[in-house]
Each structure stands twice: as structure tokens, then as C-alpha cells.
């Protein structure tokens, strides 16, 4: 039989590490609901959603500082092992990515109430396509993170090729906009940073998914991603 102070030990290092995994879905909650928040400001032109989202930031930001002093109190004091090190390095990076997810989700809402994009005459459609795609890779990923789903995370790193494809459709879009009419020139610019930040969400998501991968199955995957949509 285990002794109790042993049994004790390792009743108070699962519970850490249910504190960690608590942790870090709050975190992709919040950043989902920014992004959600930030798209609406933009699409709909929505005052309230363009202030939610940066009202958000400092809560996400703290989460991440939560995050990274349980994961140093984990490897200072319980040295994991295997699977659950894995877990516990994961857990940091990903914390890291959802906190820039914020950062740009909240970047996206500041410029959605720019006098420029109010009275913008250029169609939307294309942003709120990519958008939407955006929306729904980061949904999965935070589901691939909460189940530790390691083919939902694989599904999410192949999709982020139509991010790539439709940002690169959309910036080409713009410039065209922007070479007819130098009135464009103001609020395309604007539209072109929020693409941007979406295409960057994307990207974070893709490294949460691959970090989800290779905490559940130790494997990595390819180091070069599918990549949609070129300049050339």
C-alpha cells in the first residue's frame, strides 16, 4: 500500500495538473470570445464588440502569467515525466500563442470603428469569408486542446492552407482597390492590417494544434507546413 504522504503527494500533483489544463482552456475561451468580439466590430460595424475585445486583454494576460508560474512551480517541484512533461512544456508555448491570439483579436476591434471603415465603401464579403474560416479553425483547435485530440489538432494544421489562400486573395484585392482610387487608400490600409491579424490567429492556432499533437503522441509533424496562396 502506498504511504499517505505519498498518496497525498500525487492526489496534489493531479490536481495541478487539472489547475493547468483548467488554466489554459479559460485562456482559449476568452481569446475564442475575442476573436468572435473583434470579427462582429468589423463586419457589423458593432461599438460594443469593438470595445469587449480589448476590455479582455488584461484578464487573458493574467491567465497567462497564471499559466507560466504553475508550469515552473510543475517542473521545479514534481519534475514530470514523459507524457505529462510534455503536457506541462506544451501548455506554456500554447499559453503564449493564445495570448497573442488576444493581441491581435484586439488590435482587429481598435481599428473597427475607424471613421474610414464606417463609411467604407468596399464590400466586406472576402474579411468576413476569412473570418469565419479563422473563427472555426480556432474553435477546433480549443476543442483538439480541451479533448486532447490529437486528429481534430491535425485537421486544424492542414486547414490553415485556406487561411493562407483566402489572405492572399483578399490583400491582392485590396490593392487593386487601392490602385483605382486613392480614396481607397485610407480605409483598404486599414482592412489590410486587420487580414493580417487574422491570417497571424490562424498561425497561432496552427501552433497550438501542432503543440496538441505532440503533447498526446510524442510525434511531430512535419516541420513544413501546407501553405496556400503565394505573392508570386
Known amino acids: 500500500m502506498m504511504p499517505q504522504e505519498s498518496m497525498h503527494t500525487v492526489q496534489s500533483y493531479e490536481q495541478e495538473l487539472e489547475q493547468l489544463r483548467s488554466l489554459i482552456n479559460k485562456m482559449g475561451g476568452m481569446v475564442e470570445r475575442q476573436v468572435a468580439q473583434a470579427i462582429t466590430a468589423v463586419v457589423e460595424h458593432d461599438e460594443v464588440a469593438a470595445l469587449d475585445a480589448p476590455e479582455m486583454d488584461p484578464h487573458v494576460d ?90 481534430l489538432a491535425r485537421i486544424v494544421w492542414q486547414s490553415d492552407t485556406a487561411v493562407d489562400e483566402l489572405y492572399v486573395s483578399l490583400f491582392r484585392e485590396l490593392v487593386t482597390y487601392m490602385m483605382e482610387d486613392p480614396r481607397n487608400i485610407g480605409p483598404c490600409t486599414h482592412l489590410l492590417f486587420i487580414a493580417k491579424n487574422l491570417e497571424r490567429i490562424g498561425d497561432h492556432a496552427t501552433n497550438i494544434s501542432e503543440r496538441v499533437y505532440y503533447s498526446v503522441t510524442g510525434n511531430i509533424l512535419p516541420i513544413i507546413r501546407p501553405r496556400g496562396g503565394t505573392f508570386d
Open 62 to 151: 493574467e491567465l497567462e502569467r497564471q499559466t507560466e508560474a504553475l508550469v515552473i512551480r510543475l517542473l521545479a517541484l514534481r519534475a514530470p515525466m514523459a507524457g505529462d512533461l510534455r503536457e506541462v512544456v506544451a501548455a506554456l508555448k500554447m499559453s503564449g500563442d493564445l495570448e497573442r491570439i488576444g493581441d491581435c483579436a484586439a488590435s482587429i476591434a481598435r481599428r473597427a470603428m475607424r471613421n474610414e471603415l464606417l463609411s467604407c465603401p468596399i464590400s466586406l464579403t472576402g474579411l468576413h469569408s476569412m473570418g469565419r474560416l479563422v473563427q472555426e479553425n480556432l474553435r477546433r483547435t480549443i476543442d483538439a486542446m480541451d479533448q486532447r485530440d490529437p486528429e
